[in-house]
């Protein structure tokens, strides 16, 4: 009997491991972590289509299942799945409130995994998990106070606040792709018009990209690509040798650090910014955040100025190479 007390004290005192799901437009990603942050086993699946829940959750779950069996079989060993999911997310019900990327509103995601599992599930936005994750194992590891943000489809944001995810109201207090900074400006997936999502992110750099190209039939752009093959890293690829390209990647870059000053309220002395986009090589010669950084923010002749560092965990990245 003693003997059985301590067998099953000692299994429950061994450290778990955890599952993280990663939800994005078009690949969900799945990683076993242990509880030093290192990545023990990757998986991935196509995401579902476009408003249907019930294709994200059997993805979710044959995704948890197929990195399961190949680590053990055994689901109780893990301590839970962690989600990182677009849009805005209500993390105390684990319920997609809306999510224009996915097509779904007030989806409860985090309740159908868990039943369809019996494993525990907690769901934030993906930008937050990001922010909190670099903050406890990244980038923003030796500060108490980090901002993160993402460059993506959609343009995402997180806030660490002494150590601590800070989320808001409904878990939506860090939409910083959904900040308006043009009145009446370009439409938004979240049915508003001028969100810096509209001007920032992937999507609307393709968006340009075939604009300009329309725009000026003389563009070196037309030697490579046509319309179909334009990606977010079109403009990049021709910065220095076609002046459309490079007024399009200066100016959509540059409509990022006009949202920023906005935030300046939570005191945050560090900022997080995608890995991949950094380590473009034209944005690390010539890169417009660097150039405008101490403008944009109210501060003190003596006050220091604000570090952005690049991520070091690229689980997920923004701009992919499809992509940038």
Known sequence: ???????????????????????????????????????LREARIETSAKGDGEGLRNNVVALVNEMVMGYGGFKSSFGGIGIGCPG?????????????????????????????LGMSVKVTNDANAAALGEAKFGAGKKYKDSILITLGTGVGGGIVVDGKLFEGGSSAGTEIGHTVIVENGEPCTCGRKGCLEAYSSATAL?????????????????KKYNLKMVS???AFDYAETDEAAKVLWIGTLNTLPVALPTLQIYSVRKWLCS?????????????????CWTNKFLRGKDTQVLKLLPLRLVIKQAFTERQL
């Open 88 to 116: 805005l997310i209500d993390s105390k019900r684990g319920m997609i409130v809306f999510s224009g990327n996915l097509g779904l509103n007030y989806y409860p995601l985090g309740s159908v995994v868990s039943d369809s």
């Open 1 to 39: 009997m003693e003997e059985s007390k301590k067998a099953k004290t000692n299994t429950a005192n061994l450290v778990k491991n955890y599952i993280g799901i990663d939800i994005g437009g078009t690949t969900i990603k799945g990683a076993i972590i242990n509880h030093s942050g290192d990545i």
């Open 206 to 222: 393709i968006r340009k990209t075939k604009e300009i190209m329309q725009e000026n039939e003389d563009s070196a752009m037309w």
């Open 232 to 234: 977010g890293k079109t």
């Open 275 to 291: 890995a991949a986009v950094w380590r473009h090589k034209k944005i690390n010669s010539q890169n417009p955040f660097r150039s």
